[in-house]
C-alpha cells in the first residue's frame, strides 16, 4: 500500500521568505505523486504532479517540487513567499489502483 | 473549459435520512473519483468509476453508495445518514485515471444534524 507524510502541520513564513513544505512517500514501486493547495471552503486546486519524466517538476504559481528517490521525498518549495500563498496544502500519491491517497496537510500562513 | 461542477455546494440533513449528491466532470474526462474530507479523518477516498464501472472503492460501510452515468457524471448517495457523515464531500475529475493528474471540484458540505 502506498502512503504520504508531511512533516509539520502548520508553517509560517515571511512574506517574501522561501517556503519548504515536507513530504515523504511509502512505496514499493515508482509512485505517481501530486501538491494539490486548498483555500478556504474551496475544493482541491492541482499545483503540481511528478509521473516519472523529470525529477524536478515546475507547477502554477511560482512552486516546484523535486523527486528524490533516495530520500524517498517529494518537497514543494517556492522561492519567495507571497501572502496569497496562506492555505493548506497537499502532498498525494497513487499507483495503479485509481484512488490518490492524502498526507494529512500542511497550513501555511504568511507574516506580512 | 469548464472545470468539475459539484451540486448542490451546501447542504443540512437531519439523521436517518438519505441525500444525493451530483458531480459533472471536465469535458472529456471519465474517470470520476469521491473523497470524504473531516477534520479528524483528512481526505479518504471512497470510489472512483470509469466508464460506469467502479473500479476502486474505500473503506465505508455500505451506507455509501455511487453511481456514473453514460455521459461521465456521477452520482453519491448516503443513506440512514449519521451525525459523523456531516463532511465536505469532494469529487475529482481525472481524464482515464487519477494517476493523469485529478482536477477537484468546489465540494459539497454536508451537514447532519
Known amino acids: 500500500a502506498q502512503s504520504v507524510t508531511q512533516l509539520g502541520s502548520h508553517v509560517s513564513v515571511s512574506e517574501g521568505a522561501l517556503v519548504l513544505l515536507r513530504c515523504n512517500y511509502s512505496s514499493s514501486v515508482p509512485p505517481y505523486l501530486f501538491w494539490y493547495v486548498q483555500y478556504p471552503n474551496q475544493g482541491l486546486q492541482l499545483l503540481l504532479k511528478?509521473?516519472?519524466?523529470?525529477?524536478l517538476v515546475k507547477g502554477i504559481n511560482g512552486f516546484e517540487a523535486e523527486f528524490k528517490k533516495s530520500e524517498t521525498s517529494f518537497h514543494l518549495t517556492k522561492p519567495s513567499a507571497h501572502m496569497s500563498d496562506a492555505a493548506e496544502y497537499f502532498c498525494?500519491?497513487?499507483?495503479?489502483?485509481?484512488?490518490?491517497?492524502f498526507g494529512a496537510g500542511t497550513t501555511v500562513t504568511v507574516r506580512a | 473549459k469548464a472545470g468539475v461542477t459539484q451540486t448542490p455546494r451546501y447542504l443540512i440533513k437531519t439523521r436517518g435520512q438519505q441525500v444525493t449528491l451530483s458531480c459533472s466532470p471536465i469535458s472529456g474526462h471519465r474517470s470520476v473519483s469521491w473523497y470524504q474530507q473531516t477534520p479528524g479523518q483528512g481526505l479518504q477516498f471512497l470510489f472512483e468509476y470509469f466508464s460506469e464501472t467502479q473500479r476502486n472503492k474505500g473503506n465505508f460501510p455500505g451506507r455509501f453508495s455511487g453511481r456514473q452515468f453514460s455521459n461521465s457524471r456521477s452520482e453519491m448517495n448516503v443513506s440512514t445518514l449519521e451525525l459523523g457523515d456531516s463532511a465536505l464531500y469532494l469529487c475529482?475529475?481525472?481524464?482515464?485515471?487519477?494517476?493523469?493528474?485529478?482536477?477537484f471540484g468546489q465540494g459539497t458540505r454536508l451537514t447532519v444534524v
Open positions: 475529482a475529475s481525472s481524464f482515464e485515471k487519477p494517476q493523469h493528474g485529478a482536477f
Open positions: 498525494a500519491v497513487t499507483l495503479n489502483d485509481y484512488k490518490l491517497s
Open positions: 511528478y509521473t516519472s519524466a523529470a525529477t
